[in-house]
């Protein structure tokens, strides 16, 4: 599975931004999709993750409320919807495909990663 995220840019803080994720390869449908972010000198942290089927979603604490994940297995794709931007949200973001039904937030349990979309919010 290849994944390709794109839609990260710059934004003012407050606003919003869509992040996307196409999966191209062997099916992405059967795979938990998830999304991890990694600002510059810090540990990628784990955001938000959905069920293959699209009906559950597990997202992180700190962000949940301004993030929403979600998916498209028709196009294959997998979108994170931003809002309420702040400027510590600046990371560079990832999508992620994991094999399995259990959704997670650990890393080391995904498989395939992208190459990640810089997201810089300013103040």
């Known amino acids: 599975v290849q994944l390709v995220e794109s839609g990260g840019g710059l934004v003012q803080a407050g606003g919003s931004l869509r992040l996307s994720c196409a999966a191209s390869?062997?099916?992405?449908?059967?795979?938990?999709m998830g999304w991890f972010r990694q600002a510059s000198g810090k540990e990628r942290d784990f955001l938000a993750a959905?069920?293959?089927?699209?009906?559950?979603?597990y997202t992180a604490d700190f962000v949940k409320g301004r993030f929403t994940i979600s998916r498209d297995n028709a196009k294959d794709n997998v979108y994170l919807q931003m809002d309420s931007l702040k400027p510590e949200d600046t990371a560079v973001y990832y999508c992620?495909?994991?094999?399995?039904?259990?959704?997670?937030?650990?890393?080391?349990?995904?498989?395939?990663w992208g190459h990640g979309t810089q997201v810089t919010v300013s103040s």
């Open positions: 390869g062997r099916t992405s449908s059967s795979y938990i």
């Open positions: 992620a495909a994991a094999r399995g039904l259990i959704l997670t937030q650990q890393s080391l349990k995904y498989d395939y």
């Open positions: 959905i069920s293959w089927t699209g009906d559950t979603t």
